[in-house]
């Protein structure tokens, strides 16, 4: 009898579960290819380390790719798609993100591997964990099964991407929309550890700030000089410096004690440590940070793997993109 009833009650969750009655939260893991693509992580590894061989900033480019992809949608490839309605288009990326030839590549080489198994979306999550790693930070299990979005979303790309003019009360609210708390608010921004920035990101904090009539006094003087005649007022806007200027291509800490040191290149950077909001929020964080290199990069792991777990398409929504840059036909 009751064995019976428990059979039943087991048939019954089959069959709710076959009919998508019952909700199961798919979750990212470590292993999802493990059967279907074994060698993905060399594969994927191997084209990372040749494009950063190539372009030290490489690195860098596809970091951030990968972060401008988790905040539209979630990390669903979406920023890769090509055409009028591109996120490629939208203010913050167009000509700035970079590195989409590399993610094609990469992704000829996974196809060459295993046929039409693995998402772009799970490619970017990789190279970023491999960029990483190349540029002398750490590694992670990045956590995979994501699947490819059937859309671009450029609206949703200018209003959910933090700017470097936002102040710190708005790159809190717009990190909490998907889920981030201060601490990784802070900790992801530490990215900023290596990569380039043009004069258009900055340049208003150099001669008169907020018509203030002067520099922004949150910057070291002599940061404001240099960065003065890189950016002279009506220059060449995509020229570049280093977001980190004492450690560009390594990944380390010093980002932080930049910011200690009113170093910091973004606004949005600078206002983690020197806004007033800083002090009942992040300035302690930044501290810490920049004290303990060890407690930054365990916290800069932990909030990667939190935001490659925005809104991932998993089981049979979306679909494994053959090319990252255009749907299925
Ligand atoms: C408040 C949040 C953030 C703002 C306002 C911001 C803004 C920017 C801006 C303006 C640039 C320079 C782009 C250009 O000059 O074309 C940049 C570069 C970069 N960002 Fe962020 N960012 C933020 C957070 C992050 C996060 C969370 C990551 C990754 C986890 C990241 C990774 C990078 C990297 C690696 C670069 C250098 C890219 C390269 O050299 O190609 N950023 N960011
Ligand atoms: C685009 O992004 C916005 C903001 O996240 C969201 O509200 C909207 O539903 C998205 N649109 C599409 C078509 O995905
Ligand atoms: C943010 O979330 C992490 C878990 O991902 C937690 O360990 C941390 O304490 C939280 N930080 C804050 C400031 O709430
Ligand atoms: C700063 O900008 C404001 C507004 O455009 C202007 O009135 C002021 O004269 C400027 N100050 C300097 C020193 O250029
Ligand atoms: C940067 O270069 C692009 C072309 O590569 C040009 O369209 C754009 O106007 C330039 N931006 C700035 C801020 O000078
Ligand atoms: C970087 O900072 C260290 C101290 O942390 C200092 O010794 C070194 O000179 C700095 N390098 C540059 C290029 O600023
Ligand atoms: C924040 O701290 C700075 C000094 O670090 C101080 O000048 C400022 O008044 C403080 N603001 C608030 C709101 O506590």
Redo the contacts with the bound molecule.
């Keep these: 009898m009751k064995g019976s009833r428990g059979i039943k009650s087991v048939i019954l969750l089959l069959t709710l579960l076959a009919f998508n009655i019952v909700d199961v939260k798919c979750q990212l893991t470590a292993n999802f290819y493990e059967k279907t693509c074994p060698n993905l992580f060399q594969v994927v590894w191997k084209q990372v380390r040749i494009a950063v061989m190539n372009e030290m900033?490489?690195g860098?480019?596809l970091?951030?790719l990968?972060?401008h992809d988790c905040f539209v949608n979630g990390c669903d490839g979406s920023v890769l798609l090509d055409g009028s309605g591109s996120e490629k288009l939208a203010l913050?990326n167009q000509?700035?993100?970079?590195?989409f030839d590399v993610v094609d590549t990469i992704k000829s080489a996974v196809e060459s591997s295993c046929n039409g198994v693995v998402s772009c979306a799970d490619i970017l999550a990789i190279a970023?964990r491999d960029s990483i790693k190349l540029s002398g930070g750490p590694s992670y299990g990045v956590l995979l099964g994501r699947r490819d979005g059937m859309v671009a979303n450029q609206t949703g790309a200018n209003s959910n991407?933090?700017?470097?003019f936002?102040p710190l009360d708005s790159?809190i609210s717009?990190?909490g929309d998907q889920g981030l708390n201060l601490s990784d608010?802070v900790a992801?921004?530490g990215?900023?550890t290596?990569?380039?920035?043009?004069c258009?990101?900055?340049s208003s904090r150099l001669f008169n700030f907020s018509n203030t009539g002067a520099p922004d006094s949150t910057m070291d003087t002599s940061l404001v000089s240099q960065l003065q005649s890189l950016c002279p007022v009506n220059g060449d806007g995509n020229k570049?410096t280093a977001?980190d200027q004492n450690s560009t291509d390594l990944f380390d800490n010093h980002y932080f004690k930049n910011l200690l040191n009113n170093k910091g290149i973004?606004l949005?950077?600078q206002e983690l440590y020197s806004s007033n909001l800083a002090n009942s929020t992040t300035k302690s964080i930044v501290e810490s940070y920049s004290n303990d290199q060890h407690l930054f990069i365990s916290n800069f792991i932990n909030s990667?793997i939190n935001?490659g777990n925005i809104n991932p398409l998993t089981g049979s929504s979306g679909q494994i993109r053959t090319n990252c840059r255009v749907i299925n036909s």
């Design positions: 900033r490489m860098a480019s970091l951030r990968h972060f913050p000509n700035s993100l970079r590195g970023a991407l933090p700017s470097p936002d790159v717009k990190f608010v992801l921004q990215a900023h290596i990569g380039l920035a043009r258009a990101t900055f570049t977001l973004l949005s950077d990667m935001m």
